[in-house]
């Protein structure tokens, strides 16, 4: 099978005021600062490449399939949160109410965009769904498809097995849109790839990280390959009918394209998350109820409002854990330029654990009885589920490691939008660089981290460490 070359320099034009060249080696190519940019001010903004919402997380935030922000309706943002049946006489109760919260609070009617073809994908405008359907859900849309459609039949293995096989369908269904729109064909097909080549470093058996506590054994190498090898041919059969040509240029060497598109994903793209806008449109109108004690209708919203959330903080203490969120326990550190990317508490995954119905609902009853002694403003600060999903940017996967960044890089606003912020005074021609793991842990562990994306940290701050815990151990065998 054709070997597929990866890495090197190129891809889309650099923000203003940054340019890639070579990093010193190992490192590969980085980004660069040209210009001057003071401390905690920002450097630029960028919007992503390839954006999505985790699979998990659709189950607690409706965001937009486009731009990852969250729709503009507080009534099916609740329907979401709320959408096991247990919850149904809550948001019966409820009423109107969730409508007239997002009015009263300034915020307008709800908008909730749904595609055209009813594949269930939601957007928060209608420029959003369609932008979206000229990048990619033109050619990924499942609402007019049959069960066996080779389509679906991809989907499911991508739910079942990996969220990225999701993004990485969007990366092809992308690159035959741009060829088509450049005339299509071969060739035209070949220069596109060769572009989103530049940034690959491994392959997805190379890339990927296997489960906690297991090892890259020939066992897991054939199971990664299995997924991938089934996913591309399933992809393939799904897209060819629209594209023979550049399908067959995508799929030249077999499955390995994708599979560079895969392990792309695992070394270069960045944990998404954006706050729930829920919390303070809902502490906001509190706030203006408690204002008009002495008004019985404001008397008994406010009993609403605080029982709906006392119903949240039941929840998200129970149901919702790492499959919602998308960051597992062992890669809570691994959310590269963004900090304190914690999962939420779950008691029902450390009952799952035990593996005992008995545990779970003790469990609960224990969160219940907790959520019982919270008061009303405890209830206002606690947490609302926030979108989390994974997205590619141009820049980012320029951006190297340090363990004593420059930079960091946050999503500010409702959506995917990036913003890299100087933590640092930066001068013209310093590297710019983010931490991929969490900055506060010790060396080990950043290390260990750090063999997840394919290196051994060697950073001036790893350094002086390593040489402070071998003082010290040498002081103990004293
Ligand atoms: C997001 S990319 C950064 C850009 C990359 N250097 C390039 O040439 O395109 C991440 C990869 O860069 C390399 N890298 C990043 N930081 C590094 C560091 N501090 N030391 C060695 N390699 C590093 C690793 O191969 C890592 O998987």
């Given amino acids: 099978m054709t070997v597929v070359p990866s890495g090197g320099p190129g891809g889309p034009p650099p923000p203003a005021g940054c340019e890639v060249r070579a990093a010193d080696p190992p490192k590969g190519f980085g980004l660069f600062a040209c210009a001057s940019c ?49 919850f149904a006489p809550l948001l019966a109760a409820l009423g109107d109410l969730p409508a007239r919260w997002q009015e009263t609070a300034g915020e307008g009617s709800a908008v909730v965009v749904r595609c055209k073809q009813g594949c269930g994908e939601i957007y928060c405008s209608e420029a959003c769904r369609d932008l979206h359907f000229q990048h990619s859900h033109n050619l990924l849309c499942v609402g007019p498809l049959t069960e066996d459609h080779p389509l679906l039949r991809f989907k499911y293995h991508a739910l079942e097995h990996a969220d990225t096989l999701l993004l990485a369908a969007q990366v092809f269904a992308f690159l035959i849109n741009k060829a088509k729109a450049a005339g299509g064909g071969e060739q035209v097909m070949k220069g596109l790839m060769q572009e989103l080549l530049c940034f690959c470093h491994a392959p997805f058996r190379e890339a ?16 990664a390959d299995g997924l991938v090898q089934e996913a591309a041919a399933l992809l393939r059969a799904a897209l060819e009918p629209y594209a023979p040509v550049e399908v067959g240029a995508l799929f030249a060497a077999g499955p390995n394209f994708f599979a560079e598109v895969l392990g792309l994903f695992e070394y270069n793209n960045i944990d998404l998350e954006v706050n729930s806008p829920l919390g303070q449109l ?7 109820l408690a204002q008009h004690i002495s008004n019985p209708q404001a008397v008994a919203e406010l009993k609403q409002l605080e029982a709906l959330l006392r119903e949240k903080e039941w929840v998200m203490r129970c149901i919702w854990g790492e499959e919602t969120t998308g960051i597992f326990g062992d890669e809570v550190d691994v959310a590269q330029g963004t900090v304190d990317a914690q999962p939420m508490d779950s008691v029902m995954q450390a009952a799952e654990q035990g593996n005992d119905a008995e545990v779970a609902s003790a469990a609960m009853a224990q969160a219940r009885a907790e959520v019982a002694q919270l008061s009303l403003e405890q209830l206002l600060q606690g947490p609302w589920p926030a979108m989390h999903g994974t997205a590619l940017f141009a820049s980012v996967a320029r951006m190297n490691h340090s363990c004593a960044p420059n930079m960091k890089v946050v999503f500010p606003g409702n959506s995917a939008r990036l913003t890299a912020t100087a933590v640092l005074n930066i001068s013209p021609g310093h590297e710019l660089c983010i931490c991929y793991v969490n900055q506060e842990a010790d060396v080990q562990t950043r290390r260990r981290r750090l063999l997840e994306y394919g290196f051994t940290c060697s950073c001036s701050r790893c350094l002086s460490e390593d040489s402070t815990t071998l003082r010290k151990a040498q002081k103990r065998l004293k």
Avoid: W
């Fill in 208 to 223: 990927c990280r296997p489960p906690p506590g297991r090892s890259k054994d020939a066992e897991f190498y054939a199971h």
């Fill in 282 to 288: 809902l502490e906001n109108r509190a706030k203006a």
């Fill in 38 to 86: 003071p401390a905690y001010t920002d450097m630029f903004t960028e919007e992503p490449l390839f954006a999505m919402q985790h699979s998990g997380n659709r189950r607690v935030v409706a965001a937009c399939a486009r731009c990852c922000g969250f729709v503009h309706s507080v009534p099916l943002q609740l329907e979401v949160i709320f959408g096991e049946s247990r």
